[in-house]
């Protein structure tokens, strides 16, 4: 496996399509960057400059977009990204015991990346499905109703 | 319209918004981050104002004016939210005032003490990010900095460097270089734009702690020492120095400087400056006495001249003086009986001169650098602009940002490529082919003027008959432009309203330069784009005053104006005026004289042959062979180092003057620091040069000078100082009441008729081969200038770019087995040197480029001394070479 912080060949090639198939398109830099954070996972400086170059526009005003919008990531990130919903609704149903017991179980912090690079843990604001409290979202399958055991469970079948 | 202030009633014109109604009318209201030109932003909130019927108070810097408005600016609540809003600023981060480096110039402290507020109503954050002090022109404090956006509106709209913006947010929110990096590894070219506009102290000159604050200095205006484009600076001095230079916001251009002009006139106090007259005594040179020197020198000369006539001198003024230096100079030349007077103008723009007079009767630039922002279309070719000419490009690129479509016709990916609508990349040395490819294809689509071709022109038949060959598939084959590319800019330039080509020395340093000057006049001729704003044929004049050594007649074929040597009218003119008999016969050009023996002596003045002419191998032979040789310069350059005779003169910080730009204004030069040791301004050294020569006294101050040029050079007739004392002249002025002449040639040309002038492709003098299969383009980086002798004795420029290098194409060096930083040698049939090369895109294959600025790799050790036949320029700009890795 390439280190964390290094692009493959092939990502950065994907990349330079996304931004071959916008440049020249007003305002289509927000798509360009969700589409190549799908590509690459985050953005060293090395992918904001290429876009930058590529779309013709200036590093920092492509800097500033990424780092203004918490979407996007300038850190690497795990090969699954867990989000656990911190709302009002999954707060009163425990999810403070769910983030503890992930944290200590796969040794990732909040806000981080586990060690492995297996695992990236993100609190979230509500993601409005509060009828399914507490919630965690692993990449993309919503997991309503966890308990710590249960989400530790959840998470071993995500290699 | 109207709408009343403070119960006073104000008119106003659609478009104005409350802030400015109030400041035509008088009235205060503070802003922090409103920048001149820009788009307001009311970033800081602290313009608020109280508009009757508003539901909140309004930032007035963003609200335009509406008829019937009633507006209070400093009813209790406007001045309560404006001391909530300097109470959170002041404590949003270390503001300090006694430990400030902008205490004293700053807008916040300023606020803060007219209302009354001060530090401690909030709990101070502890600083988030460090403050960056690794470059040697700007120190970041980013705990100082209240985020009003005017270093990201500088930065962005009106230098359009595009280096910084707002990164992250919210209480994390900070002005980012790139990616957050420091602003030495983004795009940032230290024009220091940011730094002057900066309200507080959070950009600050990273030596502030050494040297007075701006407010312990006094200010004197004068011009830039450095570029064609002349920027009106403020020097700001103390104590004999100058401690800070900023752009005059009053200027033409507006405040905005490049890193040469705002961070390298430290050059001015280096410990090199010569000090007192050297005269070489058993091969060394010592120092004299003034009279020691100017005796010698006087002497020598008379004598030399007397014994061999006075075709056996030769003189070489200087753009880098002042119009009445190089008066003076000249005048003096042709008093002792010669026109051999030439100067560096030679290098750089005498096809222009040559070109541009035979195509309109007058060789400058037609239209002032302000008058781009009509253009609908810019053509900029051989001209890598945002580099020599920083200022100027700063407008092409807002000209951009504003609408106007830009094409680029460069060999090299300069700067201005990245903001081109189309970049047209030719092969070196082919530009007469793409000239005439774009007539053709204009002529062929109909596309020409015939208005202006039948009422304002000749020789149109002979020029369209010379052109059928240059069809655009040939052109492609001549000079790698793909035909669709070419169609494409003939006819963006073609059917443009107004169109304007901007050119340099790409263009001019070819063994056919004049020709393709000649060139570029007939495109804009067939097409009618000259003598109307945004129109115009434009060469970007290099030095800071070569046109001005130009006007003054530091050339051997042209008296003062223009007027020339061999119409006897304009000699008995001068000669009335002199009190001398002088020669009908034009003299040498600079390159003739350095390359023919009949010169015996010579008397260079400000000028560096040993690095800026080509083959200088070559140069030093013939120098060496001198019997006589007198520089006056203010450092012992490698020209001075052969002389006999070395006077000591004053740098343009230390003198009174007038500079001409390339807009052709005319501006002055404030001595703001006395001369160092026993130098003397270069003009009192020539009165007691020419008093010394039997001459008589020259003019007692460069203002009598001035007087004495209005009389010689009908161009110059109504310039006076009184005149030019806040805003410069733009020539011609022919007298007192004559307002200048921005554009040039709008009724008629100065020949009568513009005239086209057929001209044919012809390749470089030298081509590549088998030894030797590289071409060789030389040229000027942004941090240094010329021959060095000025920004290379500037720390902060040596520390941002030391050395020499060599641009190569990525395939090249592969093929070579060349990597990024390597020293490899570079050799052409005349010559070696040994430099870095820097592998990059910039330059295409088969393509290098060396700046000529540095003496120790020196680019015209290889160049090639080919001349252009009218102009005798050399071909600077492609010669054949070959690398080979150390």
């Known amino acids: 496996m390439a280190p964390l912080n290094a692009l493959t060949p092939d990502q950065l090639a994907q990349a330079d399509a996304v931004v071959a198939e916008h440049r020249g398109t007003p305002g289509s830099l927000i798509t360009v960057l969700r589409l190549c954070q799908d590509i690459a996972g985050y953005f060293p400086p090395e992918l904001v400059e290429r876009i930058a170059r590529g779309m013709n526009l200036p590093v920092a005003k492509v800097y500033g977009v990424v780092s203004f919008y918490s979407l996007f990531s300038l850190e690497p990130k795990g090969r699954h990204q867990i989000r656990v919903c911190t709302g009002t609704a999954c707060y009163v149903r425990g999810v403070r015991e769910v983030l503890d017991r992930v944290e200590r179980r796969f040794g990732v912090k909040a806000g981080g990346t586990c060690g492995s690079g297996r695992f990236s843990l993100e609190p979230v604001r509500c993601l409005g499905a509060c009828g399914l409290a507490p919630v965690m979202v692993v990449d993309r399958d919503v997991h309503g109703g966890v308990t710590p055991d249960s989400a530790c469970e959840i998470l071993e079948g995500y290699e | ?886």
């Open chain 2, 1 to 886: 319209m109207e709408l009343t202030i403070n119960d006073m009633t104000c008119a106003f014109t659609p478009g104005q918004t409350i802030l400015d109604v109030a400041g035509a009318h008088g009235i205060f209201i503070p802003t922090l981050c409103r920048l001149p030109n820009c788009t307001p932003t009311g970033a800081c909130r602290i313009c608020v104002v109280e508009v009757w019927g508003a539901r909140t108070l309004v930032a007035s810097c963003a609200a335009p004016a509406a008829e019937g408005m009633i507006v209070h600016t400093d009813s209790d609540r406007v001045l309560r939210a404006r001391r909530t809003i300097l109470r959170l600023m002041l404590d949003s981060g270390n503001h300090d005032c006694l430990l400030c480096p902008a205490a004293g110039d700053c807008a916040l402290q300023s606020l803060a003490f007219r209302y009354g507020v001060g530090t401690g109503a909030f709990e101070r954050p502890r600083p988030r990010y460090r403050p960056e002090t690794g470059n040697p022109f700007i120190v970041r404090d980013f705990s100082k900095c209240i985020l009003c956006g005017r270093c990201v509106q500088a930065c962005n709209e009106i230098q359009v460097n595009e280096a910084i913006d707002y990164g992250y947010r919210g209480a994390a929110a900070k002005i980012v270089a790139g990616c957050d990096t420091a602003l030495a590894q983004s795009d940032c070219v230290f024009c220091g734009e940011c730094l002057q506009v900066c309200p507080v102290g959070a950009l600050s000159a990273h030596d502030a702690r050494k040297k007075p604050r701006l407010c312990e200095t006094r200010p004197v205006r004068s011009t830039c020492a450095y570029c064609g484009v002349g920027c009106q600076v403020d020097l700001h001095v103390a104590g004999g120095r100058i401690a800070h230079v900023r752009g005059a916001e009053d200027g033409h251009n507006e405040g905005s400087l490049c890193v040469k002009g705002r961070f390298a006139l430290d050059f001015a106090s280096h410990p090199d400056r010569l000090k007192t007259p050297l005269v070489r005594r058993d091969g060394e040179l010592v120092p004299a006495s003034w009279d020691e020197a100017l005796d010698l020198a006087a002497g020598r000369l008379a004598a030399i001249r007397d014994a061999h006539g006075p075709g056996s001198l030769g003189f070489l003024s200087s753009a880098r003086c002042t119009n009445e230096e190089n008066y003076l100079f000249q005048k003096l030349a042709r008093r002792m009986g010669t026109n051999n007077v030439d100067h560096c103008a030679r290098l750089c723009h005498a096809p222009t001169v040559t070109g541009l007079m035979q195509a309109f009767g007058s060789g400058a630039a037609t239209n002032p650098m302000d008058d781009i922002a009509n253009a609908e279309v810019i053509l900029v070719t051989g001209s890598n602009t945002t580099e020599t000419h920083p200022v100027f490009a700063a407008r092409v690129k807002r000209a951009v940002r504003a609408g106007a479509k830009l094409v680029v016709v460069d060999p090299r990916a300069v700067g201005l490529t990245r903001h081109a609508t189309l970049w047209l990349r030719q092969a070196p040395g082919t530009d007469i082919a793409w000239i005439n490819g774009l007539m053709h294809v204009i002529l062929r689509e109909g596309l020409e003027n015939r208005e202006f071709i039948a009422a304002r022109t000749e020789g149109f038949e002979a020029l369209r008959d010379s052109l059928a060959a240059f069809t655009p598939e040939h052109v492609q084959e001549l000079t790698g432009i793909p035909a669709a590319q070419l169609e494409e800019a003939a006819r963006l330039y073609a059917r443009a309203g107004a169109a304007t080509i901007l050119y340099c020395m790409g263009i001019t340093q070819h063994a056919c330069g004049t020709d393709t000057v000649q060139a570029l006049a007939s495109l804009a001729m067939l097409c009618g784009h000259v003598g109307r704003p945004g129109a115009g044929v434009n060469p970007l004049r290099g030095q800071n005053n070569v046109q001005g050594a130009c006007d003054m007649g530091a050339l051997p074929n042209v008296l003062p104006g223009y007027r020339r040597v061999d119409d006897d009218a304009a000699r008995r003119h001068a000669e009335g005026l002199w009190g001398a008999e002088l020669s009908g016969k034009p003299g040498l050009t600079a390159t003739e004289m350095i390359a023919t023996d009949r010169v015996r002596a010579m008397f260079v003045m400000g000028e560096n042959p040993m690095v800026s002419d080509a083959d200088v191998g070559h140069v030093r032979g013939r120098l060496e062979k001198l019997d006589f040789l007198v520089v006056q310069d203010i450092f012992l350059t490698e020209t001075a180092r052969l002389a006999d005779v070395v006077l000591p003169a004053a740098s343009a910080a230390e003198k009174d003057g007038t500079f001409t730009n390339t807009d052709r204004r005319v501006q002055r030069v404030r001595a703001a620091v006395p001369c160092p040791g026993q130098a003397l301004p270069d003009w009192r050294i020539l009165n007691m040069l020419s008093e010394r020569l039997g001459f008589g006294p020259g003019p007692e101050s460069p203002e009598a000078a001035m007087a004495e040029i209005a009389l010689a050079a009908p161009i110059y007739g109504g310039v006076d100082y009184r005149r030019i004392e806040s805003e410069g002249l733009v020539w011609p002025c022919p007298d007192r009441n004559h307002p200048g002449t921005p554009i040039l040639h709008r009724e008629s040309f100065p020949r009568g008729k513009g005239r086209f002038v057929p001209v044919h492709a012809q390749p470089p003098a030298e081509t590549p081969d088998a030894d030797y299969p590289l071409t060789l383009g030389t040229g000027r980086v942004l941090e240094h200038y010329h021959t060095g002798t000025m920004t290379r004795r500037s720390e902060g420029l040596n520390r941002i770019v030391p050395e020499c290098f060599v641009e190569m194409n990525p395939s090249d060096a592969a093929r070579l087995g060349v990597v990024q930083g390597q020293r490899v040698r570079v050799a052409s049939r005349r010559g070696e040197i040994t430099v870095r090369a820097q592998v990059t895109g910039r330059v295409a294959e088969g393509h290098v480029f060396i700046p000529f600025h540095f003496a120790e790799a020196a680019a015209n050790v290889l160049t090639n001394p080919a001349l252009d036949p009218l102009a005798r320029i050399p071909e600077f700009k492609a010669c054949a070479v070959r690398v080979t890795p150390e």
